[in-house]
C-alpha cells in the first residue's frame, strides 16, 4: 500500500455532476480564485508583481540612465549599445514572466466532471519498445489497465514496436490485444506520419488499422500505470461535441531520487497553473503520458504530428482546426484529477536529456507550426499558446544575454546604463520578492501527492534556473537546423550514470563567469549590479555539480542500496505504478543587472 493518497487526488476536480438532460452539453467549469476566501491577497499580487518588473525595465533603459561616452572608442559605443539591449532583454523577460503567471492565476479553472456516455468504444493504448523498456514495467501498465472502469466495450492494446514473442505471451495472459507495425514498411517509412522507429508513428500504424473501431482511444506511455478510475473522470467531458482530447497532470511515482523529486516539483506551475489556465480558452496543451482523445478529430488532422513532442504538435494542430460537424474550433479540457502515476528521471544524465527534448520540441513548434495561428485562432487561444511556448525561448535568451552583458562588462568596462547599484538593487529585490510571492501563493493549487501540503517547492524553482543552460542547446540546435532525435528515458529502476561530462555545459559557463570576475579585479571593472548577476549565475552553473558530488559521497557513505522492483510502489487501490514524461514550461526567476 502506498504512503501516498492517489485515490484522493484522483478526485480533485470534485464528485461527478449529472448534467442537465434538456440542455445541450458544454462543459462547464469553477474558477480557482472566485473559491479562494482571501483572494484580495492574490488580486494585490497580481497587480503589484508585474507593475513592480515594469518599474524596473523603464528605470533601467530609462534614457537619462543611458551610457555617454564623450569621445568613446567607437568599439566601446558599439558594446555599450549590446549592453543596454541585453539589460532592457532580460528585464523585459521578467515582465513577461510575471505577466504570464499573473494572468494564469487570475483565469484558472477546473472543469465540473460528469459520468461517461454508457456504450461509447474505448480502446486503452500503451507501446512497448522491446530492449529498451523492460518487460515488468509493461505488465504493471496493462495489469493496471485491465483493471479500468467503463460502462461500454473496452479493449486494451499493446503496441509492440518489434513483434516480441514475450510481449505476445503477456498480452495473451492478460487478455491484451497485441498490435505489431513490424515488417510492414508502408508504416515505417523515413519521416512524417508513419515515421519507423517512434511514438508517433506507432500510433498512427495503429489508427489506420483499427482506429474506426472505436470513438476514442486512451493512452498512458508505458512507464505509466492507470488508476481503475481513470476513464470514468475523464470520459464524460466528451458528452460536449467539441472536446478532441482530455489531458491530466503528470506525477512521479519512483519519488525516492533527489533528482526526481525536483523534478516533479519543476512541472508544479505547469500541471497546477499553466493548464488550469488554458481551461479558461478551452486549449490545455495535449500531454502524452495520460489522456483521452476523440478518434475523429485526430483522424481529421492526419493522426499524431510528425515531431520530437509529438503531443504539443498534434495538440496544436487540434486547436486551430474547427469540428465539421459544429463549425467551432476544436477544445480541449485539463483535469487536475491525479489518474495515472508514473516514473521520472532519476538522474542528472536523464533529467538533462528530458528538458533537452522537451525545449527541442518547443522550438520545433515555434519554428514549424506557430507561424500559421496568428490568423487561424481565437485571440485568447493564441494568446494561451504564446505564454506557454515563449518559456523555453525567453529562459535560453535571457541566459545568454546575461552572460553576454556580464563579460562585457567585467572584461571591457562596457555599460549600457549608469544607475545607482542602491536603487537598482532595491527594485530589483522587490520585484524578484513579488515574483516568488505570487509563485508561492499559487503553491495552494499543487496537484502532486507527493509534495505535502505547505511546502514552499523551492527545489522545483532551483531545477528552473539551472535547466537555462540546457535549454540555451536546444535553442542553438533548432536555429542551426541540426537534427533533434528521442531518447528513451531509462525505466523500470534504471538510471542513466552520472559523469563530470554530464555537466560540460554548467562547467564551460562557470569557466566563462569565474575568469570575468577574476579579470574584473585586476581592470578594476567593479560595478556590484553586474558582480551580483555573474556571481548568481557563476552559483547556478556550479550548483548542479555540487549536489552531484555530495549525493555521490553520502551513497557511497551509506552503502550499497537495497534492490528495488521496477515501478513505483502499488497504490491505495492496488495499483502499480511507473513513470515518464512530457511537459512543459516551469517557473525560474530571470535575474538582471545594470551598470
Known amino acids: 500500500m502506498s504512503e501516498y493518497e492517489y485515490d484522493l487526488h484522483s478526485c480533485l476536480a470534485g464528485p461527478l455532476d449529472e448534467p442537465d438532460p434538456a440542455v445541450a452539453y458544454r462543459v462547464q467549469y469553477r474558477s480557482l480564485l472566485a473559491q479562494e476566501p482571501h483572494r484580495i491577497r492574490a488580486v494585490l499580487l497580481m497587480t503589484l508583481a508585474p507593475l513592480l518588473s515594469g518599474v524596473l525595465l523603464v528605470y533601467l533603459v530609462w534614457p537619462s540612465h543611458r551610457t555617454e561616452r564623450a569621445g568613446g572608442e567607437r568599439w566601446l559605443i558599439a558594446f555599450d549599445h549590446v549592453m543596454l539591449v541585453s539589460i532592457g532583454a532580460i528585464a523585459f523577460f521578467m515582465l513577461v514572466n510575471v505577466a504570464s503567471i499573473a494572468h494564469a492565476t487570475m483565469v484558472a479553472r477546473d472543469p465540473v466532471p460528469v459520468p461517461a456516455e454508457v456504450g461509447t468504444r474505448v480502446a486503452f493504448l500503451t507501446t512497448y519498445v522491446p530492449g529498451k523498456e523492460p518487460l515488468a514495467m509493461v505488465r504493471a501498465t496493462l495489469e493496471g489497465a485491465v483493471r479500468l472502469r467503463h460502462c461500454g466495450p473496452l479493449d486494451v492494446w499493446l503496441l509492440d514496436e518489434g513483434d516480441d514473442e514475450a510481449a505476445r505471451a503477456l498480452c495473451a495472459e492478460l487478455g491484451v490485444r497485441h498490435f505489431t507495425r513490424s515488417g510492414v514498411p508502408e508504416w515505417n517509412r523515413a519521416k512524417g506520419v508513419h515515421k519507423a522507429r517512434t511514438k508517433h508513428g506507432n500510433y498512427n500504424a495503429w489508427l489506420a488499422m483499427h482506429g474506426d473501431e472505436y470513438d476514442f482511444f486512451a493512452s498512458v506511455d508505458t512507464d505509466h500505470v492507470p488508476l481503475p478510475n481513470f476513464l470514468e473522470r475523464m470520459l464524460g467531458y466528451f458528452r460536449?461535441?467539441?472536446?478532441?482530447?482530455?489531458?491530466?497532470?503528470?506525477?512521479?511515482?519512483?519519488?525516492?531520487?533527489?533528482?526526481?523529486?525536483?523534478?516533479?516539483?519543476?512541472?508544479?506551475?505547469?500541471?497546477?497553473?499553466?493548464?488550469?489556465?488554458?481551461?479558461?480558452?478551452?486549449?490545455?496543451?495535449?500531454?502524452?503520458?495520460?489522456?483521452?482523445?476523440?478518434?475523429?478529430?485526430?483522424?481529421?488532422?492526419?493522426?499524431?504530428?510528425?515531431?520530437?513532442?509529438?503531443?504539443?504538435?498534434?495538440?496544436?494542430?487540434?486547436?486551430?482546426?474547427?469540428?465539421?460537424?459544429?463549425?467551432?474550433?476544436?477544445?480541449?479540457?485539463y483535469t487536475p484529477d491525479v489518474l495515472a502515476?508514473?516514473?521520472?528521471?532519476?538522474?542528472?544524465?536523464?533529467?538533462?536529456?528530458?528538458?533537452?527534448?522537451?525545449?527541442?520540441?518547443?522550438?520545433?513548434?515555434?519554428?514549424?507550426?506557430?507561424?500559421?495561428?496568428?490568423?487561424?485562432?481565437?485571440?485568447?487561444?493564441?494568446?494561451?499558446?504564446?505564454?506557454?511556448?515563449?518559456?523555453?525561448?525567453?529562459?535560453?535568451?535571457?541566459?545568454?544575454?546575461?552572460?553576454?552583458?556580464?563579460?562585457?562588462?567585467?572584461?571591457?568596462g562596457a555599460s549600457g546604463t549608469q544607475v545607482s547599484s542602491e536603487v537598482w538593487?532595491?527594485?530589483?529585490?522587490?520585484?524578484?520578492?513579488?515574483?516568488?510571492?505570487?509563485?508561492?501563493?499559487?503553491?495552494?493549487?499543487?496537484?502532486?501527492?507527493?509534495?505535502?501540503?505547505?511546502?514552499?517547492?523551492?527545489?522545483?524553482?532551483?531545477?528552473?534556473?539551472?535547466?537555462?543552460?540546457?535549454?540555451?542547446?536546444?535553442?542553438?540546435?533548432?536555429?542551426?537546423?541540426?537534427?533533434?532525435?528521442f531518447v528513451v528515458t531509462p525505466k523500470g529502476g534504471e538510471a542513466s550514470p552520472d559523469r563530470l561530462m554530464t555537466f560540460r555545459l554548467h562547467l564551460f559557463w562557470a569557466a566563462v563567469l569565474t575568469s570575468s570576475l577574476i579579470a574584473s579585479v585586476f581592470l578594476g571593472h567593479t560595478h556590484a549590479a553586474m558582480r551580483t548577476w555573474a556571481v548568481l549565475a557563476l552559483v547556478i552553473s556550479l550548483a548542479p555539480v555540487a549536489i552531484w558530488l555530495w549525493t555521490s559521497r553520502q551513497e557511497r557513505l551509506a552503502g550499497p542500496a537495497p534492490a528495488r522492483a521496477a515501478g513505483p510502489p502499488a497504490t491505495d487501490t492496488d495499483t502499480d505504478t511507473d513513470t515518464g514524461g512530457e511537459p512543459q514550461p516551469a517557473f525560474a526567476t530571470t535575474t538582471t543587472g545594470g551598470n
Open 240 to 333: 460536449d461535441p467539441d472536446v478532441a482530447f482530455v489531458v491530466g497532470p503528470q506525477v512521479y511515482g519512483n519519488y525516492d531520487s533527489p533528482v526526481t523529486k525536483a523534478a516533479e516539483s519543476q512541472q508544479f506551475l505547469f500541471h497546477a497553473l499553466i493548464q488550469r489556465a488554458g481551461n479558461r480558452y478551452h486549449a490545455p496543451m495535449f500531454v502524452g503520458t495520460n489522456n483521452v482523445v476523440r478518434i475523429k478529430a485526430l483522424k481529421q488532422v492526419g493522426g499524431l504530428y510528425d515531431s520530437i513532442t509529438e503531443d504539443m504538435a498534434t495538440g496544436f494542430e487540434l486547436h486551430r482546426t474547427r469540428n465539421p460537424l459544429t463549425g467551432r474550433f476544436w477544445r480541449s479540457v
Open 341 to 412: 502515476v508514473g516514473e521520472g528521471p532519476a538522474s542528472w544524465t536523464d533529467f538533462f536529456t528530458q528538458q533537452l527534448r522537451w525545449s527541442r520540441g518547443t522550438f520545433e513548434t515555434l519554428i514549424k507550426q506557430y507561424w500559421k495561428a496568428p490568423f487561424r485562432v481565437p485571440p485568447g487561444r493564441l494568446l494561451s499558446y504564446t505564454l506557454m511556448l515563449v518559456y523555453y525561448p525567453m529562459t535560453a535568451v535571457n541566459w545568454f544575454l546575461g552572460i553576454l552583458s556580464s563579460v562585457l562588462f567585467l572584461w571591457l
Open 425 to 485: 538593487l532595491m527594485l530589483y529585490s522587490d520585484a524578484a520578492a513579488l515574483q516568488v510571492g505570487l509563485y508561492l501563493w499559487n503553491r495552494r493549487h499543487n496537484v502532486s501527492p507527493h509534495e505535502p501540503e505547505g511546502s514552499g517547492g523551492l527545489a522545483g524553482m532551483a531545477m528552473s534556473a539551472l535547466s537555462a543552460p540546457i535549454y540555451l542547446k536546444s535553442f542553438g540546435s533548432a536555429l542551426l537546423r541540426t537534427r533533434g532525435r
